[in-house]
């Protein structure tokens, strides 16, 4: 990244993880410069494995990810901007997902509530 308080990035952990790397590492390192300006808070699971790729979005509890560990790795870094719920899968049946976005949303704001106390 240039060198520039006009630069920062929005910080998808889910696009992180799908590319093989450690995800609390890559905050650390990214917060450090002061860099993340807002966070989309995703999980998954699957890695790239040589010229094989898959990955699949699970709920924010079931994936590869510890979720806890990066919400700390947030506060760690002094981190207080936005944090929001990325792509989140469907409950089968269901119409226009509003129950596993709710759910993901209530489950954001208690990791939050309980690691930034």
């Not at 390192?29 to 094989?52: A, E, L, M, S, T």
């Not at 089968?92 to 209530?106: F, K, L, V, Y």
């Amino acid at each position: 990244m240039v060198p520039s308080s006009s630069n920062g990035m929005l910080f998808c952990q889910g696009c992180v993880a799908e590319m093989g790397e450690d995800v609390q590492k890559a905050i650390r390192y990214i917060g450090k410069q002061d860099k993340i300006v807002f966070v989309h808070f995703r999980n998954i699971r699957g890695i790239p494995q040589g010229d094989d790729y898959w990955f699949q979005e699970v709920f924010l509890d079931e994936g590869q990810v510890d979720m806890v560990e990066s919400m700390e790795s947030y506060r760690d870094i002094g981190y207080q901007g936005a944090i929001m719920m990325d792509h989140t899968p469907g409950i089968p049946h269901e119409r226009a997902g509003w129950s596993s976005r709710a759910w993901s949303n209530g489950y954001l704001k208690a990791l939050i509530k309980a690691v930034y106390r």
